[in-house]
Nanobody, 126 residues
């Protein structure tokens, strides 16, 4: 499973950014997709995930109200819309995927995702 994350960049605090994760050679509708991030010197942490059906989502507490995960089946991408960005959001953001029979499952642990994209860097300046 190949995943390609894109959309990172340098922004100022309170700006917005939209990350995308494409799955060349396969449908994003057939997998659970998640976003994780890793700041310098820190562990990789869960950000958000969307179920295989697209009807279920789950967010880390810091993401609620500011970040939105969604799926665009026509473009075969999963996006992470990030609003009101803060300097502490600075990190490399990774998309991840997993195959699960359940259409509603929304995993939030790194160990539950065997497939990972290359990451895209988001830098938020104050």
């Amino acid at each position: 499973v190949q995943l390609q994350a894109s959309g990172g960049g340098l922004v100022q605090a309170e700006d917005s950014l939209r990350l995308s994760c494409a799955r060349p050679g396969g449908s994003v509708s057939s997998v659970v997709m998640g976003w994780f991030r890793q700041a310098p010197g820190k562990e990789r942490e869960f950000v958000a995930a969307i179920s295989r059906s697209g009807g279920g989502t789950f967010y880390a507490d810091f993401a609620k109200g500011r970040l939105t995960i969604s799926r665009d089946s026509a473009k075969n991408t999963v996006t992470l819309q990030m609003n009101s960005l803060k300097p502490e959001d600075t990190a490399v953001y990774y998309c991840a995927a997993a195959f699960y029979a359940s259409t509603q499952r929304v995993p939030k642990n790194r160990e539950e995702y065997p497939y990972w994209g290359q990451g895209t860097l988001v830098t938020v300046s104050s």
